[in-house]
Nanobody
């Protein structure tokens, strides 16, 4: 089992920045590919970004490419999502997730955090 806990969400004005953190406990963090997903009200949970076990490979959704940056610190069992140039359409609950495989598909992730709310005002 892997337990995941997100933090860092909040209310920010459009154009602002936030950094989300995801702390893992349980099994060895560096054994897992990690991802960020988000879910806006009334919408399905969607892929945002993923990072490989070592941190050497990343993938982003087109909607956040060039604005969001994913990273991880395996020594601290922590993954981050730095979000810049935020837009009102980025408003959602953001979830971190762990996967045994390299995938952008929600179904490929085995462990999920509880989520953290990000609200971007216009």
């Amino acid at each position: 089992q892997v337990q995941l806990a997100e933090s860092g969400g909040g209310l920010v004005q459009a154009g602002g920045s936030l950094r989300l953190s995801c702390v893992a406990s349980g099994r060895t963090f560096s054994n897992y590919n990690m991802g960020w997903f988000r879910q806006a009200p009334g919408q399905e949970r969607e892929f945002v970004a993923r990072i490989s076990r070592s941190g050497g490979a990343t993938t982003y959704a087109d909607s956040v490419k060039g604005r969001f940056f994913i990273s991880r610190d395996n020594a601290k069992n922590t993954m981050y999502l730095r979000m810049t140039s935020l837009k009102p359409e980025d408003t959602a609950v953001y979830y971190c997730a762990a996967s045994a495989i390299a995938t952008t598909q929600r179904s490929g992730y085995d462990y999920w955090g509880q989520g953290t709310q990000v609200t971007v005002s216009s």
